[in-house]
């Protein structure tokens, strides 16, 4: 296990070796293997960047993220023009569903709500507005609701198993099903 010099020192090192964000700019406080993040960023993009640098070093075990995006003299906008810009990062995204997601900001902070069928649509929209100019925050409030129900998706799991034979073909049957979170495969295969 790490002290909390050797863990401060390699998330220093991460964080130098990263070229999103500069490195100079970001404070690091190591207690029990918790690192803190302070300091100023110049956009929610750098930000995000370095908690997912840290998060990247082994020994960390949860990150305090005590950083604030401070735009720099010319790349404020007005919440209007970043909700504008969200609106069509939204919409010209193909991996989000149309209309399906709201996004609404106040002093620069970027709520996203709705509701999406997959989790990757909702990852999909907050990738889509975390990097625009004039962005200090994202909220991702999006919420995941399968439209199959619990029958659905047995039926879709016994159609699966009526066409494929072997043990591992059912499992992977089993996960392609839309809806499906968890699987535990108890099945014994009789020679």
Request: proline share 4%.
């Amino acid at each position: 296990m790490k002290t909390d010099t050797q863990l401060r020192d390699d998330v220093e090192a991460e964080l130098s070796w990263d070229p999103a964000f500069k490195a100079s700019d970001i404070g690091v406080i190591v207690k029990d293997g918790v690192v803190t993040l302070t300091g100023h960023l110049s956009s929610h993009a750098e930000k995000y960047a370095a908690e997912r640098a840290v998060q990247r070093v082994h020994g960390v075990k949860a990150v305090a993220v005590e950083m604030t995006v401070k735009l720099p003299f010319g790349n404020e906008r007005t919440d209007a023009d970043i909700a504008m810009a969200a609106e069509r990062a939204l919409e010209w995204n193909v991996l989000v569903p149309d209309g399906r997601i709201r996004p609404m900001v106040e002093k620069g902070w970027l709520t996203l709500q709705g509701e999406v069928e997959w989790g990757y649509q909702r990852s999909a929209a907050e990738g889509a507005v975390r990097d625009l100019m004039g962005v200090t925050g994202v909220s991702n409030l999006v919420k995941v609701k399968p439209k199959l129900s619990p029958a659905d998706v047995e039926k879709k799991i016994h159609d699966a198993l009526s066409r494929q034979a072997d043990r591992d073909a059912v499992q992977g049957a089993a996960w392609a099903t839309p809806g499906v979170s968890v699987v535990v495969n108890d099945l014994l295969v009789d020679a």
